[in-house]
């Protein structure tokens, strides 16, 4: 009940293109849903972060689509960029003092310019 | 300035000996962490602290240890190095359980 589960496992986009990578979650305590973006060498950086008391949020070229009744959310990355080839990684966390974030598997995205 | 700062960045030592990774942050968090990072990338916890005392001890070996000698400062101190240890090694800090956590640069440990 504690996984997050993560797809795909990489992603090879089109510069300009969309790119969705797509998370699903099982323990309905969780209240807060970041993804995180790592470049090689690097630690993991938040990119954007969602509550269930929404079910989108934008920012700039980045989107999470949240689902709450299907325990599943999204990032968009409209128009990819070469720059964007990263590994990212959706996570959940809860409130109630469980004081740990799960992560998902990652997906390792490659935009081609 | 760095939000969390990790040190060393590389640390390549022996199989059987012992290492200490040492890990600040200067965000006035009250809660911090350690996650290990593997081959396959990853993330797992290890430890969460919430203002020095251990709340989290996620079926780590008891080979790894732990200390918060203030609410700025989580140490990991690894006995008797293995090879399977060999990681990326990841100290992260957090205002509250569900808010940001900022990570550090990571460690990686190579175990030969």
């Known amino acids: 009940q504690q996984q997050v589960k993560q797809s795909p496992q990489s992603l090879i986009v089109q510069k300009g293109g969309i790119s969705i990578i797509n998370c699903a979650y099982e323990?309905?305590?969780?209240?807060?849903f970041p993804w995180y973006q790592q470049f090689p060498g690097k630690g993991p950086a938040l990119l954007i972060a969602?509550?269930?008391?929404?079910s989108e949020k934008k920012e700039g070229r980045f989107t999470i689509s949240f689902n709450k009744s299907a325990k599943q959310f999204s990032l968009h990355i409209m128009d990819s960029q070469p720059g964007d080839s990263a590994t990212y990684f959706c996570?959940?966390?809860?409130?109630?003092?469980?004081?740990?974030?799960?992560f998902g598997t990652g997906t390792r995205l490659k935009v081609l310019a | 300035d760095t939000a969390v700062s990790q040190t060393p960045k590389y640390l390549v030592t022996q199989m059987g000996n012992d290492k200490s990774i040492k890990c600040e942050q200067n965000l006035g968090h009250d809660t911090m962490y350690w996650y290990k990072q593997d081959s396959k990338k990853f993330l797992k916890i290890m430890f969460s602290?919430?203002?020095?005392?251990?709340?989290i001890n996620e079926t780590v070996p008891n080979r790894f240890s732990p200390k918060s000698p203030d609410k700025a400062h989580l140490n990991l101190h690894i006995n008797s190095l293995e090879l399977g240890d060999s990681a990326v090694y990841f100290c992260?800090?957090?205002?509250?359980?569900?808010?940001?956590?900022?990570f550090g640069q990571g460690t990686r440990l190579t175990v030969v």
């Open positions: 996570a959940a966390s809860s409130s109630q003092g469980t004081y740990k974030y799960i």
């Open positions: 992260a800090s957090s205002r509250f359980s569900n808010t940001e956590a900022f």
């Open positions: 323990n309905t305590a969780f209240d807060y």
């Open positions: 969602i509550r269930p008391d929404v």
């Open positions: 602290y919430n203002n020095k005392e251990l709340i």
